[in-house]
């Protein structure tokens, strides 16, 4: 019976160990999960310039684009300047699991609240949620731009706008607060 006290300990140390390892610093990449490491680097503007502009009418603010038909942002400068850009997974025409369309409303919207790394659906899976959505800001009431490590070329979240995690965690804190501007252009 002793021994299985000892490996039980082992076990919890063992846990411990790992959870700490991956729950490191959030500014240093290595703390993801070695599953995702591949995915630690976003496409950026360079890999696709002819899919947003580089230069648009200023909002007179900063502003995040999202242009969902072709799977894409950009944070754009007051003077209308691109700052970043990166690849983008807005809401699907159908899914499947809720029986209606998920798209992305189209619209000028404000953030509304800025999460952190710890950041999850309260909703998503179906029934009881639970799915990361890291460095979450909502926009739309229930709609929200978040980190995901299944950001695709194309559109097939359940209406949130799906970023690579370290576009999401720049977004997060080098560039919105409560109240920046987020535009989705139409499909």
């Keep these: 019976m002793r021994w299985i006290h000892s490996l039980s300990a082992v076990v919890l140390v063992s ?3 790992f959870s700490l390892s991956v729950r490191a610093d959030d500014n240093d990449s290595s703390s993801y999960p070695a599953k995702h490491a591949h995915k630690l680097h976003s496409k950026s503007f360079v890999d ?29 400068d007051a003077e209308g300047n691109l700052v970043r850009a990166g690849e983008a ?20 919207f404000r953030i509304e609240t800025l999460g952190s790394h710890g950041c999850k659906s309260s909703i998503y ?15 739309n009431h229930n709609q929200a731009l978040h980190g995901s490590y299944e950001v695709v070329d194309g559109n ?3 209406g949130c706008v799906r970023l690579h995690v370290e576009d999401a965690k720049w977004i997060r804190y080098n560039f919105a607060t409560i109240g920046t501007k987020v535009v989705i252009k139409p499909y």
Excluded at 125 to 139: I, K, Q, S, V, W
């Design 15 to 17: 846990l411990l160990a």
């Design 48 to 76: 696709f310039p002819d899919r947003i502009p580089q230069k648009i009418d200023g909002y007179g603010e900063n502003a995040i684009v999202v242009y969902p038909h072709v799977h894409a942002w950009g944070a754009y």
């Design 89 to 108: 997974t807005a809401g699907s025409s159908w899914c499947r699991d809720t029986h209606r369309p998920c798209r992305t409303k189209v619209g000028s």
């Design 125 to 139: 899976p179906l029934p009881r949620g639970g799915a990361p959505m890291p460095y979450c800001m909502f926009f």
């Design 156 to 158: 097939a979240s359940h």
